[in-house]
């Protein structure tokens, strides 16, 4: 058995996990030994703004030298993990599903390639309930850890000040597109 902490940070897109990336690669957060970013957004529709997330995360984690895995995209199958709740609003029980769909995939990568450990920046947006992030996640983790860390918003912002993100106006889903 390994003391050490092996890290999966899930992430929706560059705009959102670029401080929570940075403070990792500097190592402003305590107990993490390893970091890996996780891109599993298989919500995220139509298919070319997935790819342009995709690709603005590449991007950034290439730049600060950051190990990056990519999760399988297929719509169809998160779709149907969340049918019967398409009029559900933001912050309903679409998105605690949603949320889950995407914890247990870490949860099954973790157990297979020697991560003990899960945290995500699915709640920084300001759409997002940070609190809902966090029961998902302890309901979906099982044996694997959960870390509800509080990422600094003012390094997240700094950043998104100074970079050229590609940046979406809604969540994600079709569900989510704003007027
Ligand atoms: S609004 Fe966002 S979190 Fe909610 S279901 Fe859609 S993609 Fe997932």
């Keep these: 058995m390994t003391n050490k902490t092996n890290l999966i940070l899930m992430s929706c897109c560059a705009p959102c996990s670029a401080g929570a990336i940075k403070q990792l690669v500097n190592g402003e957060i305590p107990g993490i030994d390893e970091f890996i970013v996780m891109f599993f957004n298989p919500n995220i529709y139509p298919m070319d703004e997935y790819q342009k997330r995709l690709s603005e995360q590449i991007k950034y984690c290439e730049k600060l030298g950051v190990k990056y895995v990519v999760g399988d995209y297929n719509h169809d199958d998160w779709k149907k993990a969340v049918c019967g709740l398409e009029n559900e609003p933001e912050r309903g029980l679409r998105c605690s ?83």
């Design 97 to 179: 599903k949603c949320f889950a769909y995407r914890f247990c995939f870490a949860r099954e990568y973790a157990k297979k390639h020697g991560f003990n450990a899960i945290a995500s920046v699915f709640g920084v947006s300001r759409f997002k309930s940070q609190s809902q992030v966090d029961v998902a996640a302890k309901e979906s983790c099982g044996d694997i850890k959960y870390l509800p860390i509080k990422w600094d918003e003012n390094l997240r912002v700094k950043i998104n000040r100074e970079s050229n993100f590609y940046r979406q106006n809604y969540c994600g889903c079709e569900f989510s597109f704003r007027k």
